[in-house]
């Protein structure tokens, strides 16, 4: 468990997915999660403090040993720089097994939109829902939320004496979810909805919610506010990948 983590934003890729760079100031251990573009400006941001970062909480000054990789899901814009970032960090890359296929793809999905990519990596580990893993001395529980794509997970990095975060892909949004129309990826509009209601709605209400894009939000809030989930029933399709 750890106090006060460093959390820093960039949005990569023209879809401006958020990449985070979680670290612990406790000792410099960082993982990359979400490393979807840009592997370039993250790598010299990390490596020699070169740039400024989009978004930044909590504050750490040291060296940054980036430790592991962690996926929410496995759209291009999420995981099409992650063969970049494993060469250059030598570290293991985590995401859940059901979007091996989905991630497979990555490649040719990002050259649809314009974006040349290099082949799909390959997860090295997998993990499942309910499991607590430890990555830079931080605890992270996995949430298998599927609905946006078979293998969406959000993770929560429990955080001592303070509000936990959870890192939710393209599960939740401020005021929308993920689509569910995108191909190949399982989308279930029906599954999402109830996935986000049985695994997200019973965290504290204060846990600071990091969308893939868009704003940052709390689960207080998308419990009273999103109008997907509230009251009415949803409209539309959900948003961004």
């Not at 191909?183 to 969308?211: A, C, F, Y």
Request: hydrophobic share 35%.
């Amino acid at each position: 468990m750890v106090k006060n983590p460093s959390i820093t934003h960039f949005y990569v890729t023209a879809l401006e997915q958020r990449c985070s760079v979680v670290t612990n100031p406790n000792n410099g251990e960082t993982v990359i999660i979400d490393g979807g573009g840009d592997s370039d400006r993250i790598i010299s941001w990390i490596d020699s403090n070169e740039g400024v970062p989009d978004a930044e909480i909590g504050s750490f000054t040291g060296k940054r040993k980036v430790v592991a990789l962690l996926n929410t899901h496995a759209h291009f814009d999420h995981s099409g720089h992650i063969p970049f970032l494993k060469e250059h960090y030598g570290v293991d890359w985590w995401m859940h097994d059901d979007d091996a296929y989905l991630q497979s793809l990555a490649k040719v999905s990002g050259e649809r939109w314009g974006f040349q990519l290099p082949e799909p990596a390959i997860a090295d580990y997998n993990w499942n829902h309910g499991e607590l893993h430890t990555f830079a001395g931080m605890d992270f529980e996995i949430i298998h939320t599927p609905g946006h794509t078979l293998g969406g997970c959000c993770l929560r990095l429990i955080v001592e004496d303070g509000s936990d975060h959870l890192f939710a892909g393209d599960t939740l949004f401020q005021g929308s979810i993920g689509r569910t129309d995108l191909p190949h990826s399982g989308g279930d509009m029906d599954l999402l909805l109830k996935m986000i209601r049985e695994r997200l709605w019973p965290l504290n209400d204060d846990t600071i919610v990091h969308p893939g894009h868009g704003p940052l939000t709390t689960i207080g809030y998308e419990k009273s506010h999103n109008p997907f989930l509230n009251g009415e029933g949803y409209i539309g399709r959900g948003a961004w990948l």
